[in-house]
């Protein structure tokens, strides 16, 4: 998979790509992610990429043209799957659109930052909207890295054992039961007995039990009943 991120503060993005299974999974090839600093594609001395509102208002808005050349010139290069724009205005970033983006080939993301986009840049070049939760950042910087987290994580190979991206919460739209390691008794906090029985099948209910139980409590919308 490549992932191409269009901003205008590359260096708030690459510490989250540097550490980590997000390092990993570039070290091994398994995903390229490339940055494009948008003053690249300006076209005047002062590198402007925004410019007060048509009708007025307050906020000033990111320009079309060096988006256009930016994105333009990131297609002539190879087919994208997907143009997203990270706004607070999009749809809620969830599991199941994480899964779905996982499997794309070449993704470009776009920052949005000050009062937004001019809208044509959204009517002719974004496929998806995305928002990371119902409160507005800076810029959309944090909410791609946050993004790309969740999809790179879900690449075949990246995690270690492949079965633990299948038992995270949300994965079947419910969160995911209680865990524990050593040591069994600390301070008098014991363990759950059951854990040690050996029978599997047993702790397997359990564990559906326990999930069922915390998504009831903490997020009955998942349930859908
Ligand atoms: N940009 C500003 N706020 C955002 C949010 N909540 N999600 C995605 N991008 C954003």
Redesign the pocket.
């Known amino acids: 998979m490549r992932i191409d991120i269009i901003t205008v503060l590359p260096e708030l993005l690459q510490s989250p790509f540097n550490a980590s299974i997000l390092k990993r999974a570039i070290d091994a090839d398994l995903v390229e992610v490339h940055f494009h600093n948008l003053r690249d594609y300006t076209s005047d001395n002062y590198k402007s990429i925004d410019d007060t509102q048509f009708g007025g208002g307050a906020g000033m808005v990111m320009m079309i043209e060096p988006i256009d050349k930016c994105i333009t010139a990131l297609k002539e290069q190879r087919d994208y799957d997907e143009v997203i724009f ?3 205005d ?1 749809v809620t ?1 969830n599991q199941g659109i994480a899964n779905h983006l996982s499997l794309k080939e070449n993704v470009i993301i776009l ?3 000050y009062k937004g986009v001019d809208q044509r840049v959204r009517d002719q070049f974004i496929t998806r909207e ?11 910087e ?3 890295a ?2 790309c987290d969740a999809i790179i994580r879900l690449i075949p190979g990246v995690l270690g054992n492949e079965t633990s991206a299948l038992t995270d919460s949300f994965q079947d739209n419910l969160l995911a039961p209680p865990i524990y390691t050593r040591p069994r008794d600390y301070k008098g906090w014991k363990v759950p007995e059951l854990l040690f029985s050996g029978n599997f099948p047993k702790i397997e209910k359990w564990r559906e039990e326990q999930a069922y139980q915390r998504t009831k409590d903490r997020r009955p919308d998942l349930l859908g009943d």
């Open positions: 990270m706004t607070p999009g970033l920052c949005g930052h995305i928002s990371i939760g119902d409160y507005v950042l800076s810029g959309g944090l909410g791609a946050v993004l």
